[in-house]
């Protein structure tokens, strides 16, 4: 099993001199398993654009692609409609991800893209025969060996995590997500502040914290959000659901994690900010015997 980086960022693309290393596109995995027949692709942000060049430039004609979203944030499916596949008449794209709307299908999230309001060509232009499938917590057998297993993320729209097994190795994808905390007042001046209501939301926390922790427990890989620093998080990014480097690193210590990788970086986070970061959590044995890194984009881990 081999996983490639093609964009690490979260929020929007960011080009420039000050992301050379860590690359400046939006969240874009491929997942690359030895006997399957189709490629197997995580989010399609802007670096879906080159991935799908290099598809193309391997085999093509007839390809046959799965994308998984985990959920239909700009940075998440914005590269879609620069995906070459799309406009080739003998691919196949099956298009999974969760159903943020009821009034809405993921078709119709996603498919809106291609609207002349913001681009060219329409949905009903796209040569390739494109088919979506909506997905909610659940476990599924993806054939070939192949074991999917998804979970809801603390995040404001209704987003999934993944779990890939395939031939004892286990890719787990958890971003974009913070830690589920205590939604109730707890000042005690507060009119209404409820002594109870206060245990029963930090228990509940507790619980679905813990839930997500079993989710990617023993994963070979783990992809983790980790857009924030604890400082930048307590600061002012509470509830935009991302996480911060000190909590992902522990979690995943706990859960038994043989490597995580840091993902979704902030927008406005240089190389040389990385590097200082990746120095304080990822180059000691602070959190245990964990592999730590921050993704870059370009990157293949084997496992």
Same mark, same amino acid.
């Given at each position: /099993?081999?996983?490639?980086?093609?964009?690490?960022?979260?929020?929007?693309?960011?080009?420039?001199?000050?992301?050379?290393?860590?690359?400046? =596109?939006?969240?874009?995995? @491929?997942?690359?398993?030895?006997?399957?027949?189709?490629?197997?692709?995580?989010?399609?942000?802007?670096?879906?654009?080159?991935?799908?060049?290099?598809?193309?430039?391997?085999?093509?004609?007839?390809?046959? !692609?799965?994308?998984?979203?985990?959920?239909?944030? /700009? $940075?998440?499916?914005?590269?879609?409609?620069?995906?070459?596949?799309?406009? /080739?008449? $003998?691919?196949? !794209?099956?298009?999974?991800?969760?159903?943020?709307?009821?009034?809405?299908?993921? @078709?119709?999230?996603?498919?809106?893209?291609? +609207?002349?309001?913001?681009?060219?060509?329409?949905?009903?232009?796209?040569?390739?025969? !494109?088919?979506?499938?909506? %997905?909610?917590?659940?476990?599924?057998?993806?054939?070939?060996?192949?074991? %999917?297993?998804?979970?809801?993320?603390?995040?404001? #729209?209704?987003?999934?995590?993944?779990?890939?097994?395939?031939? $004892?190795? #286990?890719?787990?994808?958890?971003? +974009?997500? @913070?830690?589920?905390? =205590?939604?109730?007042? %707890?000042?005690?001046?507060?009119?209404?502040?409820?002594?109870?209501?206060?245990?029963?939301?930090?228990?509940?926390?507790? @619980?679905? =914290?813990?839930?997500?922790?079993?989710?990617?427990?023993?994963?070979?890989?783990? #992809?983790?959000?980790?857009?924030?620093?604890?400082?930048?998080?307590?600061? +002012?990014?509470?509830?935009?659901?991302?996480?911060?480097?000190?909590?992902?690193?522990?979690?995943?210590?706990?859960?038994?994690?043989?490597?995580?990788?840091?993902?979704?970086?902030?927008?406005?986070?240089?190389?040389?900010?990385?590097?200082?970061?990746?120095?304080?959590?990822?180059?000691?044995?602070?959190?245990?015997? !964990?592999?730590?890194?921050?993704?870059?984009?370009? /990157?293949?881990?084997?496992?």
């Amino acid at each position: /099993m081999k996983v490639v980086f093609w964009g690490v960022r979260g929020s929007i693309p960011c080009p420039g001199l000050q992301t050379v290393k860590y690359g400046g =596109n939006t969240a874009c995995i @491929e997942l690359c398993l030895d006997e399957l027949d189709y490629s197997l692709i995580i989010d399609a942000g802007s670096g879906i654009r080159e991935l799908g060049y290099q598809l193309v430039k391997q085999q093509n004609k007839n390809l046959d !692609i799965r994308i998984f979203l985990t959920h239909t944030h /700009m $940075d998440h499916i914005s590269g879609l409609p620069f995906f070459l596949p799309i406009y /080739m008449p $003998d691919s196949k !794209i099956r298009i999974y991800g969760p159903v943020s709307h009821e009034q809405a299908t993921l @078709e119709n999230v996603v498919g809106g893209l291609m +609207d002349y309001r913001y681009f060219p060509i329409r949905k009903e232009e796209l040569a390739a025969k !494109i088919e979506y499938v909506s %997905l909610k917590e659940e476990h599924l057998d993806l054939g070939d060996g192949l074991i %999917l297993t998804t979970k809801f993320l603390n995040h404001p #729209i209704l987003c999934l995590g993944y779990r890939f097994e395939y031939q $004892d190795k #286990i890719v787990c994808t958890t971003y +974009d997500t @913070e830690p589920f905390r =205590n939604l109730f007042s %707890l000042d005690p001046k507060d009119p209404n502040y409820d002594e109870e209501l206060v245990r029963d939301g930090e228990e509940a926390a507790r @619980e679905l =914290n813990a839930q997500l922790e079993e989710f990617y427990r023993g994963a070979d890989l783990l #992809i983790h959000d980790c857009q924030y620093t604890k400082v930048e998080y307590d600061a +002012d990014k509470q509830d935009w659901g991302h996480s911060w480097f000190e909590y992902v690193c522990s979690a995943a210590a706990r859960a038994g994690v043989k490597k995580l990788a840091l993902f979704h970086h902030d927008p406005t986070r240089s190389d040389v900010q990385l590097e200082e970061l990746e120095k304080i959590h990822c180059s000691s044995n602070r959190y245990g015997n !964990i592999e730590i890194f921050c993704a870059r984009e370009g /990157m293949k881990v084997v496992l």
